[in-house]
C-alpha cells in the first residue's frame, strides 16, 4: 500500500491549488485556515452558557465556574444576572484551591451539595468518580463513602433530602445523609455477570442513558435495574502500551446473539426489603420512570424487533412483594418505535403527556389512564416534535422544539392543553432553551449554519431580558479567514423525492470554472448533516477545503429524521441501500453541474457515513472517485443488538438485507482511491469492521490506504490525534481530489 503522510505544504502549495480555481497570490485579503489552527491552537474559541442550573425558586440559577479559590458553585439573578451568592468553593469544601471539583447536584431542600471529583470515563455517558456531600449551612463537605473502597457511579439525592444512592461494584447501596451510615441493597454484582443500578453497554449507547437507579417522589422507594449478562458473549480488544497488550474484555451482544436478561426491582429504604416488579415477558426495558406518586412505577417494554412499547404500572403501596403491573399504554408498528423521554405526568395523576408517531409524525398528546376517555392530540401536521423541555404546571403549557418550518431548522414552540400552539421565535436557524423551574425565564440559544451561537436571556413570551453572550470577538476572528456561506438547496433524486442539501463554494467562485467536489455525508437514521445550524470544528474543515479550491457538499438521504416516519423508517430491513442510491444520485446531479468537475468527485463520512463511503465508493465507483471512510460498520453483523435489530431484525430473519449492501461483499468493485482510518480500542464500532474489509479489499487485489490509531475509541481523539487525523485526510484530499 503507498504511503501518505506527507506534510510541511508551504504557501507556495496553496498557490498552485489556487490557480487552478479562480484565485491567484495577489487574490489573498484573508488569512488561510490550517488543521493546526482548527484542531490544535485554539484560534476559534467559542463563548458558550452552559451548565446552568435552575434553582427551586425559579428566579435564580447556578453555575459551575473556575476561580482564583478553585471551583465554585455561583448562584445568579435570571433577571439581572447579578451574582447573589458564592454556594461553595474547592478551597471551602477541601482546604484547597488544587482539588477542584468537576460536577454538583443539589438535593431538593438545596441544603446539601454532592461534589464529583476524580471522574474516570467509561463508555459514551458512563464514568466512576468521588462523591462529597456538602452542607451549605454548615459548611462541611464529607466523603460520601469510603474511597479507598472504589470510585462510585450514579450517585443521586432522593427527592426528599434524606438519602443518596449510588453503584459501587456492580452493586447498590444507600446512604442515609442524618447518619452517614450506609446500607448495601444487593450483594451478587460482579464484572461481565451481573450489574445492579446501572445499565448494560448496549443499554447505554443505544438506550441513551447509563442510569439504572430512580428515586420515587415521596423518596421512600428505590426502583433500580438487574442486567444478569452472564450469557452475553464478551468482546475483547487488546489495549497497547505495555510488554504485552492488556485484553479488555466487556460484553457485547452482536445481531441475533443474547441480550442480557434484565428485570426491575424496588427497595423499601423503611422495611429494608426489596421486591422484584412483575410483568409480561419482554425482550428489553429501556425506561423506568415515576408517575405523580409511589403508587405509579412505570417500566417501559419493548419486544426484541422494537415495534411493540407498552408502558406497565406497578404500585408500591401493598408493599414491594407486591409489584404486579397493568398495561396503560401500548403502541405497535410495522417498522419500530424510538424511546422517548418526553413523558411527563399531570400533577392528579389521572394522565401523562407523552409524544407518538401514531399518526406518521412524531406529536404530542395526552393520555389518559382511565381507558373510557379518549386521548387528545395536542399538535398535528405533516412535521415533527423534536424534544420536550418541559410541562409548566401553573399555565398548563408543553414547551418543545419542533420541525414546523422544515427539516433544516429547529424551532420553540408551546402548546396548551387545548391545542393552542405558538412558535416562539420566526428567525431560521436552530433555537434551543434551558427554561427556570417556574418557566417564567428560558436562556435561548439561536444560531445558524454561518453565525455562531448567540445566548440571551427571556422571559416566557419571548422578551428579552438581557443579553448574555454573543461570540462577538469570535465574529471578528472568523473575518479574517473570508468564510463562504453555506447555502441551502434541495434536489430530486431518480426516485422523484426532494432531498435537502447544503454547498460551500470556494473563495471568488467563477461559474465558468471546474471545480472538484467534497460530499460529507452521514446518511443514517437518527442523524441530520443538512440542519441550519453552527458547525464549529467540522464547519472550519470545510471552510479549509474552500480555500484550497474544493466544493464542499452534503444532503440529507432517505432514512434522517425531522421528516415523518415514512420518510425515515423506509431505509427498514435494507439498511444502506436507499442511502447509497441517493448519495450516487447526489453525485451524478453535482457532476451535471456546468461548474464541477465530474472526473474529481470525492466522498467522506465516519461510523454510519464510513459505511456508506463504502458502499458509494464500491457500488458508487463510476460516480466517486475517491472516499475517506473512518470507523465504518462494514458488515450489521458486526453491529450491537438494539441499533442493528431495530432497522434489520435479526441476520437469521433478514441475511440478503443484511449482506446486499455489506461492504465487504463488494470490495471487488473498488475503483478509486480509498483511505480506510479506524481505532483500534473502538467499543462502539469495533476494530473488526475494517479488518474484514481489508481482508476483502486484498482479497479481491484492490490498492487501498489504511491508518490505525492504537487505543483510540470511537471518536478518535486525545492529544495530537485529531491534528494528525485531519492533516492525514487533507493530504489524501490534495493526493486524489
Known amino acids: 500500500m503507498q504511503h501518505i503522510f506527507r506534510r510541511g505544504w508551504a ?43 435552575s434553582m427551586n425558586d425559579g428566579k435564580h440559577y447556578t453555575s459551575l465556574e473556575r476561580t482564583d479559590a478553585g471551583s465554585a458553585i455561583v448562584k445568579y439573578a435570571y433577571r439581572t444576572g447579578e451574582a447573589v451568592d458564592t454556594i461553595a468553593t474547592s478551597l471551602r469544601a477541601f482546604g484547597t484551591a488544587d482539588r477542584g471539583f468537576s460536577g454538583y447536584s ?59 444512592a449510588f453503584m459501587r461494584d456492580n452493586n447498590v447501596f444507600v446512604v442515609e445523609l442524618a447518619t452517614m451510615e450506609e446500607t448495601q441493597v444487593t450483594f451478587d454484582g460482579a464484572v461481565n455477570a451481573i450489574i445492579n443500578g446501572a445499565t448494560d453497554w448496549v443499554y447505554e449507547e443505544e438506550f441513551g442513558d447509563d442510569n439504572g437507579m430512580f428515586w420515587s ?28 497488550p492488556e485484553p479488555y474484555e466487556f460484553k457485547y451482544p452482536k445481531a441475533g446473539e443474547d441480550n442480557a436478561l434484565v428485570e426491575v426491582k424496588v427497595y423499601d429504604i423503611e422495611r429494608k426489603k426489596t421486591g422484584t416488579v412483575k410483568h409480561p415477558k419482554t425482550e428489553y426495558i429501556p425506561r423506568v420512570k415515576w408517575g405523580a406518586s409511589s403508587e405509579q412505577l412505570l417500566v417501559f417494554t419493548m419486544n426484541r424487533h422494537q415495534s411493540i412499547l407498552n408502558i406497565q404500572m406497578s404500585s408500591c403501596t401493598r408493599g414491594v412483594e407486591q409489584l404486579i403491573t397493568r398495561k396503560i399504554w401500548s403502541e405497535q408498528a410495522r417498522t419500530y418505535i424510538d424511546i422517548t423521554d418526553d413523558i ?11 409524544t407518538s408517531k401514531r399518526d406518521g409524525f412524531n406529536h404530542l398528546y395526552q393520555f389518559f389512564l382511565d381507558r373510557d376517555v379518549e386521548r387528545v392530540q395536542l399538535t398535528s401536521g405533516e412535521w415533527d416534535v423534536l424534544s420536550v423541555q418541559g410541562y409548566d404546571e401553573k399555565r398548563k403549557q408543553v414547551y418543545f422544539t419542533c420541525s414546523k418550518l422544515g427539516a433544516t431548522q429547529t424551532h420553540l414552540a408551546r402548546v396548551n392543553l387545548k391545542g393552542n400552539m405558538s412558535i416562539l421565535h420566526e428567525e431560521s436557524g436552530t433555537h434551543r432553551a434551558a427554561y427556570s423551574n417556574s418557566f417564567d425565564y428560558y436562556i435561548h440559544t439561536h444560531h445558524t449554519a454561518n453565525t455562531p451561537p448567540v445566548y440571551t436571556l427571556k422571559d416566557r413570551n419571548g422578551r428579552i431580558v438581557r443579553a448574555l453572550k ?26 422523484g423525492v426532494d432531498l435537502n442539501a447544503w454547498m460551500i463554494k470556494p473563495p471568488g467562485f467563477d461559474p465558468g470554472q471546474s471545480y472538484p467536489v467534497y460530499v460529507a455525508i452521514y446518511g443514517g437514521p437518527g ?16 471552510q479549509l477545503l474552500a480555500q484550497q479550491g474544493y466544493i464542499v457538499a452534503s444532503v440529507d438521504p432517505r432514512g434522517t429524521p425531522k421528516r415523518g416516519r415514512a420518510f425515515e423508517h423506509s431505509t427498514y430491513k435494507e439498511l444502506g441501500k436507499l442511502e447509497t442510491e441517493d ?23 465516519w461510523s454510519y457515513g464510513g459505511f456508506m463511503t463504502l458502499l458509494c465508493m464500491t457500488k458508487g465507483a463510476d460516480v ?36 446486499d449492501n455489506s461492504p465487504v461483499n463488494h470490495a471487488d468493485k473498488l475503483e478509486g482511491a480509498l483511505l480506510l482510518v479506524h481505532g483500534s480500542a473502538d467499543d462502539n464500532v469495533h476494530f473488526q469492521n475494517s479488518m474484514e474489509m481489508v481482508d476483502a479489499l486484498v482479497a479481491a487485489g484492490k490498492d487501498f490506504d489504511f491508518f490505525a490509531y492504537p487505543n483510540r475509541n470511537h471518536g478518535i481523539y486525545g492529544g495530537n490525534t485529531r491534528l494528525h487525523l485531519f492533516n492525514m485526510m487533507l493530504d489524501f484530499v490534495r493526493e486524489n481530489l
Open 344 to 354: 411527563a405526568f399531570l400533577p392528579d395523576g389521572q394522565s401523562f403527556i407523552m
Open 11 to 53: 504557501l507556495g502549495c496553496y498557490l498552485m491549488l489556487f490557480a487552478a480555481a479562480p484565485l491567484s497570490a495577489q487574490d489573498f485579503p484573508f488569512e488561510l485556515l490550517s488543521n493546526e489552527l482548527i484542531w490544535y491552537s485554539g484560534e476559534f474559541r467559542e463563548e458558550r452558557v452552559g451548565g446552568i442550573r
Open 527 to 542: 442523524v441530520n448533516t443538512v440542519t441550519d445550524s453552527w458547525g464549529g470544528a467540522n464547519f472550519y474543515w470545510h
Open 624 to 659: 466517486y472517485t475517491a472516499g475517506i471512510s473512518v470507523a465504518p460498520v462494514t458488515n450489521w453483523r458486526y453491529y450491537d443488538t438494539i441499533y442493528t435489530e431495530r432497522f434489520m431484525q435479526t441476520p437469521a430473519e433478514n441475511e440478503s438485507g443484511y449482506d
Open 217 to 244: 417522589p415521596d423518596g421512600r422507594y428505590l426502583a433500580f435495574m438487574r442486567f444478569n449478562e452472564s450469557e452475553v458473549r464478551e468482546f475483547g480488544m487488546p489495549m497497547y502500551g505495555g510488554l504485552y
Open 470 to 495: 454573543d461570540n462577538a470577538d469570535l465574529k471578528t476572528t472568523l473575518a479574517k479567514y473570508n468564510l463562504q456561506p453555506k447555502e441551502f438547496f434541495t434536489f430530486t433524486n431518480d426516485a
Open 583 to 605: 448519495f450516487i444520485d447526489f453525485g451524478e446531479y453535482l457532476g451535471a453541474q456546468s461548474y464541477v468537475d465530474a472526473e474529481r468527485i470525492g466522498i467522506q463520512g
Open 106 to 164: 443539589f438535593s431538593g431542600d438545596e441544603r446539601n451539595v454532592l461534589l464529583t471529583t476524580d471522574v474516570a470515563s467509561i463508555y459514551r455517558h458512563s464514568f466512576s468518580a468521588n462523591f462529597h456531600v456538602y452542607n451549605t449551612e454548615s459548611r462541611t463537605c464529607t466523603p460520601l463513602t469510603n474511597f479507598d473502597l472504589g470510585g462510585q457511579r450514579l450517585a443521586a439525592f432522593s427527592p426528599n433530602a434524606a438519602h443518596v
